[in-house]
């Protein structure tokens, strides 16, 4: 290992003051800059067995990418990303890469790993500088339809593909915008939706057309659409489907689901309210339930939102938190209090039906669970209250159910997911496939476009034959 | 774009739009409903489908102007275009051959309940039904309704057609008379819907409410319309919006379609309604 290299330090990524930030929803993280992104590129050392790619869902080629950034190729830098992935700008913006590529860069054992996905948003960012040129455009190249459902990660990523294979692709998407959860859940201050609109733009160039309010379910069935010409149907629906924890008060005014909270305010641009007519509301303190992304960003934008005190409540310790590494520390700088080893046991309401005050209960962990955690074990006796006017529901969310209700045929698992195959995401049903949270259970970005990419191959192969 | 085709006022604050949504139409059932933005700025609004034309491609919606989004949308004129419009939405009524049934709809609620009055009837089942306004000019669809009732009762607060009263001491009467009913369908305001249950309930006369709770996406995916059924917790967008209303919990539904009661306010203010409004002033 050559010693210069690893003396460089890894760069650090320039972002707004967090005083400054909470009162905004513009980006946090303001990316690098030419020469920071050049000296992090120096660190990477062009392994001979790049480990860090054993730690990318898709597979993207880093050092290479890295290579060319080195050698300010630019262009050839982001065309090389996207050989596996297409959204290169919101993977590196909110990949939980601590977990993935940069957890398996040889340079992270004894230093830092290199900053893998910031320097993919480099590459992405630079790109959209340049002045567009128009993608190449197979559109019905091969004469045969598939249709997509639902606009995520997911959906979007087998679209693409599947137009470059040649395919004539139309997207279902039930609400008024396409983007899943990268237009209706993160939030602005993480990944500005101006960046999706244009990764939106660029797939509809390779010809794809997305079709939104269309539920699929309610306006047209799978079988429907089997029927009415599409030879092949790919299904990335989501885990759209809020839960509860089943606590008494929980349909107090004032108790959203992380869902609600976060579509009103980034779907619906609440924040803007009443230049946009949804309104949100939000009073002095938010408890949020959870330690999850889902439940960083809801925390954090309630101090965006005003909020004078935004809460963490969480049953388990700090070390087993899921949110991105990242994102929690930018909430504690923020002034996020995190309550751990808490879990809430009821909500208090007022006689008009709002919430009051949170009961939470404290916990100690015991034995390991099968997942290898220690089990968080509620200390009896150790009620206590919380003054609180909003209370945030981020515990996690289920399949939504509009697709596999009307579409007998299609087997679930005892949790309501989507069954499909590993490497193909073919279902049960002939020409259905499927991936994304719908098939895994709410998981990452990154996870959800892997699935989509497989399943387009796979459609590919199956359309072929 | 969904394009209004035609446009009438039915009575003060309440509209009727024709709107083209070919494929919509061609799913929709009685009891369900759809979700439309106006334009970018706007909010998400559940409508009811008042009716649907497969052929002609055409949906029905009919609404009372209550606050700044239905007021704006009032404002839109034969021509102009709707941004957005998903559905059909909800699970559609249960119809089948009960026997007899009531069917209430009172103020705007008669909208929702005629098309499901006219699928009752069609499904050869004795329709009585009864409707009711604030007083004979705010009362709509009287004619429609006849056509498709074997009885109809009008009952109006200040008693300036049918009966002077409420649509429940009708349906009170009908039931103490004896009369025999397999069914009830109330679709109104909340209280009046809660006060047919009410009515209803030592009887044991099955009682369907259709449950409006404020909504956003509408498929599921927000839990904003929860409502409280028997003991469990149901998303009205997908698992109604038609429930047992003996089982409903009426007083937190009341209480949870006043959550943003400041906010509508702030709305309206910050509105040219709160003003001098140009479309307004033109009626
Ligand atoms: C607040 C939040 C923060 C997150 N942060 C991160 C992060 O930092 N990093 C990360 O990697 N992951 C993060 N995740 C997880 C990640 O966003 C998801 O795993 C990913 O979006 C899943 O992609 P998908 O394509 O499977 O589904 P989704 O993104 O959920 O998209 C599904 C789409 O299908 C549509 N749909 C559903 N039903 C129908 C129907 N019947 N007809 C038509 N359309 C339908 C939905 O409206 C939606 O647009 C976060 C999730 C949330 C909610
Ligand atoms: C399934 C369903 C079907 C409906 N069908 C009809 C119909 O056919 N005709 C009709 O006139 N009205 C109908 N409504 C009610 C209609 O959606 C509301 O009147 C409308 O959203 C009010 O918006 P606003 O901004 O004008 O009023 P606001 O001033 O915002 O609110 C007035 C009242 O309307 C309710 N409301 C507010 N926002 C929403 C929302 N996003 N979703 C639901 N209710 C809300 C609240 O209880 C509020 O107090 C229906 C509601 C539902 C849920
Ligand atoms: S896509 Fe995500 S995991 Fe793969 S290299 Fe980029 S940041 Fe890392
Ligand atoms: S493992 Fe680290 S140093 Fe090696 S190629 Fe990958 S990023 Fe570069
Ligand atoms: S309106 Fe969002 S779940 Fe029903």
Known sequence: MSKEKVKIERQSMPHQEAAERIQNFSEVALGYNEEQALLEASRCLDCKKPTCMEGCPVEVDIPVFIKHIKAKEYQMAIDAIKMKNNLPAICGRVCPQENQCEKHCVLGKKFTPVAIGRLERFAADWEFKQPSETRENNKGKSGKKVAVVGSGPAGLTAAADLAMFGYQVTVFEALHTAGGVLVYGIPEFRLPKAIVEREIQGIKQLGVEIRTNMVVGAVNTIDELMKNGFDAVFIGTGAGLP???????????????????????????????????????????????????????????????????????????????????????????????????????????????????????????????????????????????????????????????????????????????????????????????????????????????????????AIHEYLSN | MFEIIRKETLAEGIKLFEVAAPEIAKKAEPGQFIILRKDERGERIPLTIADFDRNLGILVLIFQEVGRSTKELGCM????????????????????????????????????????????????????????????????????????????????????????????????????????????????????????????????????????????????????????VGDKTKFACVDGPEFDGHKVDWDLAIKRSRMFLAEEKQAIEHSCFGGECQCQKKK
């Not at chain 1, 892997?450 to 191959?457: E, L, S």
């Open chain 1, 243 to 457: 839960n509860f924890m089943q606590i008494p008060g929980e349909n107090l005014n004032g108790v959203y689901s992380a869902n609600e909270f976060l579509t009103r305010t980034n779907l619906m641009k609440g924040y803007l309210f009443p230049e946009y007519l949804t309104p949100i509301r939000i009073g002095k303190k938010v408890a949020v339930i959870g330690a999850g992304n889902v439940a960083m960003d809801s925390a954090r934008t309630a101090l965006r939102l005003g909020a004078e005190e935004s809460y963490i409540i969480y049953r388990r310790s700090d070390k087993e938190m899921p949110a991105r590494g990242e994102e929690i520390e930018h909430a504690r700088e923020e002034g996020v209090k995190f309550r751990l080893l808490t879990s809430p046991v009821e909500i208090i309401g007022d006689e008009k039906g709002w919430v009051k005050a949170l009961k939470c209960q404290r916990f100690e962990l015991g034995e390991a669970d099968e997942s290898g955690r220690r089990r968080p074990v509620a200390i009896p006796g150790s009620e206590y209250e919380m003054e609180m006017d909003t209370v945030v529901m981020a515990i996690g969310q289920g399949p939504n159910p509009l697709v596999p209700r009307t579409t007998p045929d299609l087997q679930l698992n005892r949790h309501g997911n989507i069954i499909a195959d590993e490497t193909s995401g073919q279902t049960s049903k002939k020409g259905v496939f499927a991936g994304g949270d719908i098939v895994t259970g709410a998981a990452t970005v990154i996870q959800a476009m892997g699935a989509g990419k497989k399943a387009a191959r």
């Open chain 2, 77 to 228: 004129e034969v021509g102009d275009k709707i941004l957005d419009l998903a559905g059909p939405l909800g699970r559609a009524s249960e119809i089948e051959e009960y026997g007899r049934v009531v069917c209430i709809g009172g103020g705007v609620g008669i909208a929702p309940v005629y098309p499901i009055t006219r699928a009752l009837n069609n499904a050869d089942n004795e329709v009585i039904s009864i409707i009711g306004a604030r007083s004979a000019d705010q009362l709509i669809l009287k004619d429609k309704m006849a056509e498709i009732s074997h009885q109809l009762y009008i009952a109006s607060d200040d008693g300036t057609i049918g009966q002077k009263g409420f649509v429940t001491d009708v349906l009170a009467k009908l039931l103490a008379d004896e009369v025999k009913i397999d069914l009830i369908v109330a679709i109104g305001p909340l209280p009046m819907m809660q006060a047919v249950s009410e009515v209803s309930r030592p009887f044991g006369v099955k009682t369907t409410v259709s449950m409006n709770p404020i909504m956003v996406d509408g498929t599921g995916m927000c839990g904003a319309c929860r409502v409280a």
